[in-house]
């Protein structure tokens, strides 16, 4: 099974499909958040796994991005 197509990634879409039909906006939006960090983690692993080896700095600096959602 693929990165994109991982269980949580299945899971997260599962929940988001059961949730609109049976009305559970609880269970639609966990759904959402579990799939946008599936998104995010196969976005970064595809980066990491590009890129040279990060600095120390570098890494605070981009791990402080996911603390604050990106704003500066």
Same mark, same amino acid.
């Given at each position: 099974m %693929?990165? %994109?197509e991982s269980p949580s =990634? /299945? #899971?997260a879409q599962s929940d988001i499909m059961v949730g609109r039909r049976i009305h559970d906006p609880e269970r639609e939006a966990k759904g959402r958040r579990d799939l946008a960090? /599936? #998104?995010i983690q196969a976005a970064i692993e595809r980066a990491v796994a590009a890129a040279p080896p990060l600095t120390p700095a570098q890494i605070k600096r981009l791990s402080g &991005? &996911? =603390?604050t959602g990106g704003q500066k």
């Open positions: %693929s990165t %994109s =990634r /299945a #899971k960090e /599936a #998104k &991005l &996911l =603390r």
